[in-house]
C-alpha cells in the first residue's frame, strides 16, 4: 500500500543551525501539507503545497520556514535559523486533486530536537 | 476561528467493551472530518473520513457519525482490544481552507 515516508526519523540540532526535513509522499498526489506537534500539545498546521508553490500557510509559518520540491518526488521543510521552541514532531501529508474532500494521509513523522 | 474539542481526554475501558469518543468543533462550515489514530510517538494513521454531506462511515469495528449542524462528531469502537489502545484524533477541514484543525485528542487505554 503506497505511503507517505520521511527522513530522518529523528534529528538533533544545536540552536542557530538550518535544518532540512524530507518527506517523499504517495506518487500520485498533488498536493503537500507539513504540520507539527509539540510534545504533549496539538497537530499544527504549517503550510500545504501545490503546483510549485506555497498555498496556504499558518502564522506559525514564518520567514525562517520554508517549503520546496526540489525534484518530482521529495518534499521538503527547511528551517533557516532553528530555536529552541521548534523542538517538536514534524509531520508530512499528502492528498489527491483537489484537496477539497480528500483524505490526507501522513507520514511517520521526524522528530527535531534543538538543543 | 475554528476549535476542536475532544471529550474525553482519557479513557480507560476492560477488553471487549463498546466506547464512543467525542469530537466537537465550533463552526459547521466544514468540507470534511476525519478520524486518526496515534501510537505513541509515532504517526497518524487515518481510520475513517466522512464528507459534510455524508452522516457516518463504517470500516470494521469502527464506525464515525457526523452532525455538522451541531458541530459533533462521534467514533464507535465495537468490541475493543487492547490493540486499540492509542490516541484518537478527530481533525475538521473548515472550508475557508485546505488544512486540517486537530483535536487535542482521546487516549484511549483497553486492558487486557
Known amino acids: 500500500e503506497p505511503e507517505v515516508t520521511q527522513t530522518p526519523s529523528h534529528q538533533v540540532t544545536q540552536m542557530g543551525q538550518e535544518v532540512i526535513l524530507r518527506c517523499v509522499p504517495i506518487s500520485n498526489h498533488l498536493y503537500f501539507y507539513w504540520y507539527r506537534q509539540i510534545l504533549g500539545q496539538k497537530v499544527e498546521f504549517l503550510v500545504s503545497?501545490?503546483?510549485?508553490?506555497?498555498?496556504?500557510k499558518s502564522e506559525i509559518f514564518d520567514d525562517q520556514f520554508s517549503v520546496e520540491r526540489p525534484d518530482g518526488s521529495n518534499f521538503t521543510l527547511k528551517i533557516r535559523s532553528t530555536k529552541l521552541e521548534d523542538s517538536a514532531m514534524y509531520f508530512c501529508a499528502s492528498s489527491e486533486s483537489p484537496p477539497l474532500g480528500n483524505e490526507q494521509f501522513f507520514g511517520p513523522g521526524t522528530r527535531l530536537t534543538v538543543l | 476561528k475554528q476549535e476542536v474539542t475532544q471529550i474525553p481526554a482519557a479513557l480507560s475501558v476492560p477488553e471487549g467493551e463498546n466506547l464512543v469518543l467525542n469530537c466537537s468543533f465550533t463552526d459547521s462550515a466544514i468540507y470534511n472530518l476525519q478520524w486518526f489514530r496515534q501510537d505513541p510517538g509515532k504517526g497518524l494513521t487515518s481510520l475513517l473520513l466522512?464528507?459534510?454531506?455524508?452522516r457516518e462511515q463504517t470500516s470494521g469495528r469502527l464506525n464515525a457519525s457526523l452532525d455538522k449542524s451541531s458541530g459533533r462528531s462521534t467514533l464507535y469502537i465495537a468490541a475493543s482490544q487492547p490493540g486499540d489502545s492509542a490516541t484518537y484524533l478527530c481533525a475538521v477541514r473548515p472550508n475557508y481552507g485546505q488544512n486540517f484543525v486537530f483535536g487535542p485528542g482521546t487516549r484511549l487505554s483497553v486492558l487486557p
Open positions: 503545497f501545490y503546483n510549485n508553490e506555497i498555498s496556504e
Open positions: 466522512i464528507q459534510s454531506s455524508q
